[in-house]
């Protein structure tokens, strides 16, 4: 039996040993990894980057949108633990769920995250996250990672006077901004860290930091739902436990009384909701990219751009096919990306009969890899859809799955079929995209088989 006194004792002793546990624990330092690129060519970079991606997106100049972002993003960037970079916040015209920072602090929130946010807390957590990304300098940090041997000689002031810039620069060595890029697409501890920074950086800016976590969960809860999430879960891994991580962060702060963001959103998400769509390019235009050659097809005519029977070969570095021999190779500096076809199949820059072809980067397995691909071609044409469930079969030594697609094709009067190959490689996810009308695909199909035959891999 336990004495009073000998009660009083254990609980003292108790006390200062949570007390002594208390007060070990400390905030972890978070600090930019390793990088070949200053923190000036990190502002160049965005700057550059933010002019190329303002020509291709709608920019929402509503000003209760402007002043609902701005106003968010003025408040985090005040806070001490963002300091350092000049940040922008713009809105851009897009139904997907979304928002991203260019290296050095361009911003960008797309309408469709604000659609899906509760309230302002919410919204100001995937900000505070984004903007966390350009603190810690987590894109070109991988850039660094994957380009180690090139860059040094490349990153020289005179290459980044020349034409083209830093982004110039980096299209030679395959880095834009497509999807997959190294530049936007984040390791999971990368996100563990981006987190915890935005945490502390929506603690100070009087948010409540459980909100970000909220928001990101009730994300994953629904996954595989809508397209709209595709490419934010994809450049978003979940790192595990992220409202417990960010709760446990909390108790490490100073306690604060979350005061901003607490007011009713709505008539915010009505002037969102309210806006117009923007116009919609062709999901194959997406994929080629701004640099995409320019068809001379007759939209009223298939017929001149069908493949011959007879292929030649492609030799890349890491795969080895055949393509007709009556088609082009126009290769995407800043992609790596193949588009394969006779001008007399291409409308302007969409694609109505030929193949793409490119190794773009994996990360939640081949399945899902390719769910979320698929999904990607949807954002850009709502009106593609699959056709047909996936099938599972060998592609050389590599697991692969063909998947079959349908939607409206730039020829006139019919739609179009599309055989999506897609396999699981070292370096990422190899993907074949073949294209044709479908009212000749009895005629391209066997083609297409011998493309699909001729597929090597170097290892």
């Not at 994300?219 to 809508?226: D, I, M, T, V």
């Not at 194959?284 to 009223?300: D, I």
């Not at 190794?359 to 390719?370: E, F, K, N, V, Y």
Request: proline share 5%; net charge positive.
């Amino acid at each position: 039996m336990i004495m009073p006194g000998k009660l009083w004792r254990l609980c003292l002793l108790l006390a200062l040993t949570v007390g002594v546990t208390l007060a070990q624990k400390k905030l972890r330092e978070l600090k930019p990894g390793f990088n070949l690129f200053s923190v000036e060519q990190d502002v160049q970079m965005g700057r550059e980057y933010a002019q190329q991606i303002e020509k291709e997106v709608q920019v929402v100049n509503d000003p209760t949108l402007v002043r609902f972002v701005e106003g968010i993003g003025r408040r985090l960037a005040s806070a001490r633990e963002a300091q350092g970079f000049q940040y922008s916040f713009k809105v851009v015209n897009e139904k997907s769920i979304n928002a991203f920072a260019l290296p050095g602090g361009p911003t960008y929130t797309h309408t469709g995250l604000i659609l899906a946010a509760d309230n302002e807390g919410q919204v100001a957590g995937v900000l505070a996250h984004e903007i966390s990304h350009v603190i810690l300098r987590h894109g070109t940090n991988q850039a660094s990672k994957a380009q180690l041997i090139q860059l040094p000689a490349m990153l020289g002031a005179e290459m980044l006077g020349a034409r083209g810039g830093i982004t110039g620069m980096l299209a030679q060595l395959g880095i834009g901004l497509g999807a997959n890029s190294v530049l936007l697409k984040f390791s999971r501890s990368a996100e563990r860290d981006a987190d915890l920074l935005g945490t502390r950086i929506m603690s100070s800016a009087g948010y409540n930091p459980i909100e970000m976590a909220r928001f990101f969960e009730k994300l994953e809860a629904e996954s595989g739902k809508s397209s709209r999430l595709g490419e934010f879960l994809a450049s978003h891994p979940n790192p595990g436990n992220r409202v417990k991580a960010v709760q446990d962060e909390i108790q490490l702060l100073p306690r604060r009384d979350y005061t901003a963001g607490t007011g009713d959103i709505s008539s915010v998400k009505q002037v969102a909701q309210r806006l117009p769509d923007p116009p919609k390019k062709p999901a194959q235009q997406q994929q080629a990219g701004a640099n995409a050659p320019q068809g001379t097809g007759n939209p009223q005519n298939y017929a001149a751009g069908r493949p011959s029977n007879r292929l030649k070969e492609f030799q890349g570095g890491e795969v080895v096919f055949g393509y007709p021999d009556n088609w082009e190779v126009f290769p995407n500096e800043q992609t790596r990306q193949l588009t394969i076809a006779s001008r007399s199949g291409m409308v302007g820059q969409a694609i109505g009969y030929g193949m793409i072809v490119n190794i773009i980067q994996s990360s939640a397995g081949l399945d899902r890899d390719t769910q979320t691909l698929v999904q990607q071609f949807q954002q850009g044409d709502p009106n593609i859809r699959v056709s047909s469930q996936s099938r599972r079969f060998r592609l050389g030594n590599s697991d692969a799955l063909a998947t079959r697609l349908q939607g409206p094709s730039p020829f006139q009067g019919v739609n179009e079929e599309l055989v999506l190959i897609t396999a699981q490689r070292p370096r990422g996810m190899f993907f074949l995209l073949l294209i044709a009308p479908d009212r000749d695909m009895n005629t391209a199909q066997p083609v297409f088989d011998q493309i699909i035959q001729s597929i090597r891999f170097s290892n």
